[in-house]
């Protein structure tokens, strides 16, 4: 299925198992103009949240489709009165797919959030919380939910020196009322980007980045914590991993002389192990304004509407995968190498997909950012042993695959949109 939003109209495509087109529906509403929240595919069904305005509430619907588009399942699950929503809803679910929660802010800067179980498809829990020093329309960062139903605020607190920093974590819990506050201090130190992940199996958070030792200077190495959400305290060490010469050396690789190598880096994925301990996967990537001479360096981690208009140059080029035990100790660092370049696409088809499996991970990536390109993987297995495949060509396939945007559909396929002359396909890849 794939779900299109057109403004007023929200449309269904559905494709058979040889990926052809088999049936078209526009999605059906009680009003007009409506907000879909979130479009979930499970099992044997897929679900659609959305809301409308009637009178002096909003209407808060959940609808069920099977596969041949037809309504199997409607129902208004809970209305909130206009005035608790001043902020369009935003929506986050579970990794697996059991929990989905609301979230918007009240006129009193209040956190009000619906959680809601599709297994038995009922409401949770409702609340609105009042969230002391801190705006929270401002200062969240991100917000996660665990399988279990516990989620996290994650939020940027207002820095008290210069070079210091900290981030406040807000754990909310089905089992208490409020929330439990978290602090971590950086204490001298600097961070410079920041990842989320949850590790269901062990209920585990980690949390991590690159920091450097004062703003605005260079990347010393990442930063994390990997803690059971249970034991959080309130207030959390912070563990520090240095790049080593080496490291860079290994980056560098014949390449020109470039002292600042490690500010380019982007946290992408964490692979969670077994025994506790997760990888780390990142990428350098980097881009370039042609516009403006005086300021022509942009994080993609940071938006801006300048940027995005065009004249960038956008370079995504090696993978990094550090290894980390349960005993907070860094085991082993891969580089994998790879070099690509595109102009004003916002790199849409650069980076890599990671497809994952018990044996092995196998990044997937575009050679080249061009019509006739080739494709090719890395494989590799959990102590770290490092293969490189070509997988394809695109020459004469009409196709320029999107990697980012890769859905993975068992331990040996993946579905890949392809994007070119305003025309999309779908690219199955099986192994």
Not at 44 to 53: D, E, I, L, P, T
């Amino acid at each position: 299925m794939v779900y299109r939003d057109r403004g007023f109209n929200k449309e269904i495509d559905a494709f058979n198992q040889d990926l052809e087109h088999t049936n078209f529906e526009e999605l059906v509403f009680e009003k007009k103009k409506v907000d879909v929240f979130n479009v979930l595919g499970m099992d044997s069904v897929f679900q659609v949240m959305y809301g409308f305005f009637e009178k002096d509430s909003m209407h808060f619907m959940v609808k069920r489709y099977d596969k041949f588009i037809q309504l199997r399942d409607s129902s208004t699950f809970i209305k909130i009165h206009k005035r608790d929503i001043r902020k369009r809803i935003g929506s986050v679910e579970s990794e697996d797919k059991s929990k989905v929660l609301l979230y918007t802010f009240d006129i009193q800067n209040r956190f009000v959030y619906v959680l809601y179980d599709n297994r038995r498809k009922k409401v949770i829990r409702s609340q609105k919380v009042y969230v002391e020093n801190a705006d929270l329309r401002n200062d969240i960062l991100e917000i996660q939910i665990m399988d279990s139903g516990k989620f996290l605020l994650v939020l940027n607190e207002d820095q008290k020196f210069e070079d210091s920093d900290v981030l406040r974590l807000l754990l909310f819990d089905i089992s208490f009322d409020g929330y439990k506050s978290v602090r971590m201090n950086f204490s001298s130190f600097y961070r410079k980007s920041y990842f989320l992940d949850f590790d269901n199996l062990n209920g585990k958070i980690i949390i991590c980045g690159t920091y450097s030792e004062k703003r605005g200077k260079e990347t010393k190495g990442f930063y994390y914590i990997n803690r059971s959400i249970d034991d959080l305290t309130g207030n959390e060490r912070v563990y520090f991993i240095d790049f080593d010469l080496e490291l860079q050396n290994e980056i560098m690789h014949g390449k020109k002389k470039k002292s600042r190598i490690f500010d380019d880096l982007e946290i992408k994925d964490i692979i969670n192990r077994n025994d506790g301990g997760f990888l780390i996967v990142s990428e350098i990537a980097r881009e370039f304004s042609r516009r403006n001479p005086y300021n022509n360096s942009y994080s993609r981690s940071t938006y801006n509407g300048y940027s995005r208009r065009g004249w960038i140059d956008y370079y995504n080029d090696d993978i990094l995968i550090s290894n980390i035990n349960s005993e907070n100790v860094l085991e082993w660092t891969e580089v994998l190498y790879k070099k690509q370049f595109s102009q004003d696409d916002e790199a849409v088809f650069s980076s890599f997909y990671l497809m994952k499996t018990p044996s092995r991970m196998r990044f997937i990536y575009n050679d080249e950012i061009k019509s006739s390109n080739t494709v090719s993987e890395y494989i590799m297995d959990p102590i770290g042993n490092i293969a490189r495949n070509s997988l394809l060509t695109t020459e004469y396939q009409n196709m320029k695959l999107r990697f980012q945007d890769a859905v993975q559909l068992s331990s040996n396929s993946i579905l890949v949109p392809s994007e070119k002359n305003y025309n999309l396909n779908l690219v199955r890849i099986t192994y």
